[in-house]
Structure formats: C-alpha cells, structure tokens
C-alpha cells in the first residue's frame, strides 16, 4: 500500500527537519527569523505547488491513452524530490529545508488522496497519511540538541524509505499497465463514494456561494486547529511522560478520525468528535481529559482534507495545499505573540464549538 510508505517518509522528512530546526538553525542569531522562513515555505508554498501539481497530471492524463495509472507518477517523483531536498536543507538553509517539507508533503499527499480516491477507502488513506508526522516532530524536537549523527541516521532512513518506496511503487505500476485502466476498474467504488450527496452535482444543484462555504468552513477549521495548538497550553504537560502521551493522543486521533469517518460518515463523526472536545477542553486541567480533548479534536483533520479532495475531485493537489495555507495562517498570531487574553481550557472549548458550527454548516448543505 502506497499510502503507508508515504505515512513513514511523512515521520522521517518531519522529524528531520523539526531536528535541523531545533538543532541547528533555531540556536543561531537569526533563529527566530528562520522559523517565519521555514513556516512559509514549508505550509504556505504548498498551495501553488499544489496547483502546479494537479495541472502537470491533467496534461499528462490528456496525452495519455488507456490506462490512467501514469496520473500518478509526478506526485510520486515530486514526493521524492522533497524528501532529497529536505536532507540538503538540514545541512544548508531553512528556506531550502522548508521547500523540501512542502514538496514531499503536497506530492505525498496527492498521492494518498489518490489511493484513497481509486480505492474507495472513504478517508482512511488520508488518516493513515497525516497522522504519523506529529510523532516525528516530537522525536525530532527531542533529538534537537543530540548532534549530527541523528541528522546522518535521519538522513539515510529517508533515503532506505525512498529506495522501498520506489520498488513498491515500481511493482504496482507494472501490475496495472495493460489492463482497463485504474479509474475503470479498482476505482469506480471509490468515484461513485466520492461523488456522492452534496458533490454529486453541485453546478447544478448549489449556486456559487453555497460551494464556495465548503472550502471556506474547512479553511476556517484548520486556521483554529493551529492556532489553538500554538496557544493552548496544560498544565500537567510537564516531562516527557506528559509530551510522549499528548502525541500518542494527537497521532491516534488523526488516526481515528480517518477509519471513523470511513464507517460513519464524516459528517456525524464531525459533529461528535467536536461536541466532545468542547467538554472535554473545559476539564483539560486534568490529564486524562485534556488527553481526551486532544485526540477529540485532532480527529477532524483527515475529515477536511477528505471533504475539501470531495469538493476538488480533479484538484487534490489545490484542496491540500489551501489546508495547508491555513495551518500557516493559524501559526501566525502565535509567531507575532498574539495572546488570546483568556484561559486555555475556554479556548479550546470556543475554538471546538466554532469548528463545530462551521463543520456543521457543511453537513447541513449536503443534506439540503
């Protein structure tokens, strides 16, 4: 399965370049302008990249005759291109370690969405994807200050993941050439489940606003995603027990809301996950809650991604990188020491109710 080696390379390019940051860049004079530089172009960059990506496979589906597996070739060898990239950035610039990021993570991830989307997974593959890379930013902060042997042992599990990437991806290729054709055949389930209620047709059912909510209520989600995850602070977070457990929440929870969305629907697990949270946010003084919060809350990634590469069936590189401009959006405010001015549990609990409502306005219009 394609989606899992894209999932490992996902923790490896994201622990190293969380170790080159916290390692080697951050320490420096200019160290607090390197994070701005490499939170651009790691986050913001990936929108047009993105853009550039979905353009390059429309032409090439447009030469190509019979099967359409070749559609995904350019997000695989950009996904490669970015993990050899990031490697040189560790060792060179934040702006070149940032490119890196954004290039592995857009290719990656319109490779995922690919898979899911010809495979009907409805949203598993996509959890399975974005989960593991808080793991490796946590190991990476971690082995920051550890030298430059991680950065080597790093390195070179990049590039074995690579060369497993490649022969995997080299056999499967090969296992659907001459037949009808990917979208023909293992992919008409998954195309007929992505087209389904509020996409089905929606030039001709919802007027130009009413599509346009979707892509701005998921945009909405994602900026208070990362906002709150640079503003809200536990108390009990403290040692590494505490760190090692809110990942483990946070990387189940991308998890879970991929293989719930799958079985339930994204809209009900949605509106659950996130009435949750709010409760759970407001007695996250307490570990097991705040933990319960986290993953509650987390839960929600895989479901706008989902949506949006719903919304943008033929432009699945354009849905991940407008998330991930969000994301960037949401890192801002903490970057410029913006405080909230109230607690952390009541703005987490705000921050879940509002992503509620928004996430609510989405299933409310594929219902109508």
Known sequence: MMTVFYAILHMLVDGLCALAMFGVFIPREDGYLSILLYNFCAFALQMPLGVLIDALCQSRAGRECGCKWQEADIPFLIAIAGAACTIVGAVSHPVVLGIGNALFHVGGGVGAIQEDFYKGWKGKGLGVFVAPGAFGLYLGTLAGKGGLWLQCFLAVSILMALLCLSMAYRKKRRSFLGKAGWKEGAGREGFAYWQEGFFQNPIQRKAKKERLAVPVCCFLVVALRSYLGMSVAFPWKVGAAAGALSVFALVFGKMAGGFLTAHFGAGRVAAASLALAAFCYLCSGVMP?????????????????????????KMPGLAFGILTFALFLGFLPGYFGCAPGIEGNVLGCVGSLLSLAFMGAIGWMMRH
Do not use: K, Q, V
């Open 289 to 313: 809650m705040g933990l319960a919060a986290l993953l509650l809350f987390n839960m929600t990634m895989p479901i706008t991604l989902y949506w949006m590469a719903c919304r943008y069936p």
